[in-house]
């Protein structure tokens, strides 16, 4: 897998090459709360009307908000991989080589006191274990919480902390507590308002795990039912993070601290008839929620086009800590700071070598090359890419416009994938063709 090569690349700095990341001493504690497969809306301070997360909410109500945070882009069904690995490293996952500190080294030389506890699985362990305390808490946030209840009890007061939260929830199969099931009943969840009961064409990847949770064609009972369990694991999620939120408070540690809210990646959950992470929609694999909340951080709603591995030198920022050179990420501290509207003009997101797309502040184009298909989209119009406009004659301008401006990204980040081959694949795609072929391949045997 290609993702390991890349680790092999970035993990080893020697931490006496870190020196002059060690002063000046961090002016506040930092607390990362990163859930598994968040979507971009799915906390009630976001406007979310069903899910509840009153603990996030109250934590975030005068926090600054980026609505337009994604995942670069990911060479692996297991989204969470890359993008953990981004946050790590503050590159790109197609970086191919760096000599960078990683975000663990980093905190260790400005002199935090740090512990990670979450799952192992798909995660760059080899990174991870720079902190000061690595766990794998396994499957439940409440065994996570506990480990960073205790060390905040341990280290309180003696250094600033640095607590990372990375349990599982609200990944599949979406764990919570029969008292957060019986909060959302299914018949009481409305369907997304772009639901299909299948995708229409052949985006690359329609036979992954994530798309065989739920038969397919999809259907309002199957669906809600397991929107119904994701809001309940969410809900759990902000349970124990409430519990981590009282612990500091407890600590007399909360006042002094900077806590930053995401998701590693997002997730489709009836949308366009997905219900994975390995597609380029809106609310599909790499738009995610991101949100800052503590001292010296107004309260803000931005719209700035940002991608995740920028919390990494934006902590720093924040936290008063020297920020490592040559990372991809730019802070976001200006932005925050009210000090400019956006670090960048416009994104670029990938999915292995079947989905590539660009997007500014109004316009979006997806690119599947293996099917030789495009898209379009408004997104001021079209929020949620219910109209495709690549096939009308006067999108002709902007979609070579947005081709072009592809291409130069592409360059610039070192993506070899073409946005043509020579033989495309049919677009053609619906369950019933999948059956047939899985039939006449068991006649054959």
């Not at 299909?196 to 809600?224: A, K, Y």
């Not at 997002?266 to 800052?292: A, D, R, T």
């Not at 049919?426 to 063709?433: D, F, G, I, Q, T």
Request: aromatic share 8%; glycine share 6%.
């Amino acid at each position: 897998m290609k993702i390991l090569n890349t680790l092999a690349h970035l993990v080893v700095v020697p931490l006496t090459a870190l020196c002059a990341l060690a002063a000046p001493s961090p002016k506040y504690n930092v607390v990362f709360l990163l859930a598994d497969d968040l979507r971009p809306d799915c906390l009630g301070v976001l406007g979310h009307s069903i899910v509840k997360t009153p603990n996030l909410d109250k934590l975030l109500a005068n926090g600054f908000i980026f609505r337009n945070a994604y995942v670069l882009g990911a060479n692996t069904g297991a989204v969470c991989t890359p993008s953990r690995t981004m946050i790590q490293t503050g590159q790109s996952y197609l970086c191919k080589n760096s000599s960078t500190p990683t975000l663990a080294q980093t905190v260790k030389a400005a002199g935090f006191a740090s512990i990670r506890s979450g799952k192992s699985d798909n995660n760059p362990t080899k990174m991870d274990v720079d902190f000061d305390r690595h766990v794998d808490g396994g499957t439940d946030a409440k065994v996570n919480a506990d480990n960073l209840i205790e060390f905040i009890k341990e280290h309180a007061g003696k250094k600033p902390l640095f607590l990372y939260f990375a349990p599982h929830e609200p990944h599949d199969p979406q764990h919570a507590t029969e008292e957060f099931y019986r909060m959302y009943k299914p018949a009481d969840i409305p369907l997304p308002v772009n639901f299909l009961p299948f995708h229409p064409f052949d985006n690359g990847e329609m036979r992954i795990r994530d798309e065989r949770t739920l038969p397919s064609p999809r259907t309002r009972e199957s669906v809600t039912g397991k929107l119904a369990r994701y809001y309940a694991s969410t809900s759990y999620f902000d349970q124990q993070a409430g519990r981590i939120i009282d612990a500091l408070k407890q600590a007399g540690q909360f006042d002094n601290t900077i806590f930053i809210v995401a998701g590693d990646n997002g997730l489709s959950l009836g949308e366009h008839g997905l219900l994975g992470k390995q597609n380029l929609y809106e609310f599909g694999g790499m738009h995610v929620p991101l949100i800052f909340a503590g001292p010296g951080i107004p309260k803000g709603d931005s719209q700035a086009l940002v991608y995740l591995f920028e919390l990494y030198p934006t902590l720093c920022d924040l936290a008063g800590v020297g920020v490592p050179a040559g990372l991809d990420a730019k802070s976001l501290a200006p932005v925050i700071k009210g000090e400019q509207p956006k670090v960048r003009d416009y994104l670029f997101t990938a999915y292995k070598d079947c989905q590539r797309s660009i997007r500014d502040d109004r316009w979006k184009l997806i690119r599947y090359p293996l099917i030789n298909k495009t898209q379009l989209f408004d997104l001021q119009a079209d929020p949620h890419e219910m109209n495709d406009l690549a096939d009308k004659p006067e999108s002709a301008d902007k979609i070579k416009e947005l081709t072009a401006l592809l291409e130069k990204t592409r360059k610039e980040y070192g993506d070899n994938a073409p946005l043509n081959v020579a033989n495309p694949t049919p677009a053609e795609w619906n369950p019933s063709l999948v059956k047939n072929k899985s039939k006449k391949k068991a006649e054959a045997e």
